[in-house]
């Protein structure tokens, strides 16, 4: 089976500065990946590029073989993607549920005319849409906040809740910006877990992090970027290893 993701030659300029430098990626079925780098390496901008937020320069996305230039970002969850953002963007003033619900968008067919007649199919799709929605917030552990306001919950479960609500979407690959930022380490350790059951429900995980013990625990492929560039890629025992990663991130020189 070929690339769910594919990045060839993926340029991103803002003015003079190269953010993201000809970089080759590729996210097969069914694996964890990570994309790591010292503080700005370009990963979150290589994040953006792939999900369509901000167009590459010059390269090509290819998403299931279909390339993503010219598409709008919203496009992306039409292609299989699902993401959450380093800063997370939840709808403060709705319930956990309601949140939730907004994530099923990408499949429902009903519309406002289905609504307005009461139409018989309208209201299936409602209930398949709780439904799925509460599913997902048992799989994160949120199911008993389903009635709380989003913006009251604390941070950890506002982090779960951002993954629930891009599960709602029913995605082929969760894209995850930051996921272990700002979590206790019991919290880290509960999102690993989560990410485990996500991939053996046959998602693929593709996420940047900065805690590297979480990213080497769960990751199957870990790429490295530096300075928009990409300086290794292989299995986390390999990454570790490879002596422009130490140079990269202890500042030694690397070896030839």
């Known amino acids: 089976m070929g690339a769910l993701i594919e990045a060839k030659s ?3 300029s803002f003015g003079g500065l190269v953010a993201v430098n000809s970089v080759d990626m590729q996210v097969l079925p069914g694996q964890t990946k990570a994309l790591i780098g010292p503080n700005g390496a370009g990963k979150s901008t290589l994040l953006n590029v792939l999900t369509g937020v901000i167009p590459p320069s010059s390269g090509d996305i290819l998403v299931g073989g279909l390339s993503m230039l010219g598409r709008a970002c919203h496009e992306a969850a039409s292609l299989g993607m ?3 953002f380093q800063n997370v963007q939840l709808f403060e003033n709705m319930t956990v549920l309601e949140n939730v619900m907004v994530g099923c968008h990408s499949w429902t067919k009903q519309g406002i005319a289905s609504g307005a007649f009461r139409w018989i199919g ?3 799709e ?3 849409i709780y439904e799925e929605s509460m599913r997902r917030l048992h799989e994160v552990g949120l199911a008993y906040e389903a009635d709380m306001l989003a913006g009251s919950l604390p941070f950890g479960k ?3 809740l951002e993954i629930a609500r891009a599960l709602a979407s029913r995605p082929k690959v969760l894209l995850l910006d930051e996921p272990a930022s700002g979590l206790s380490t019991r919290e880290t350790a509960e999102l690993a877990s989560l990410l485990r059951k996500i991939v053996d429900e046959g998602i693929t995980v593709l996420l940047v992090d900065h805690d590297m013990q979480f990213v080497m625990d769960i990751s199957d492929e870990v790429m490295v970027l530096d300075r928009g560039v990409k300086i290794a890629e292989g299995t986390p025992e390999q990454v570790q290893n490879h002596p422009n990663v130490i140079a990269a991130y202890l500042g030694m020189e690397a070896r030839a």
């Open 10 to 12: 993926v340029t991103r």
């Open 82 to 84: 699902a993401r959450t």
């Open 122 to 124: 309208h209201w299936r």
């Open 126 to 128: 409602e209930r398949t």
């Open 158 to 160: 506002q982090r779960l």
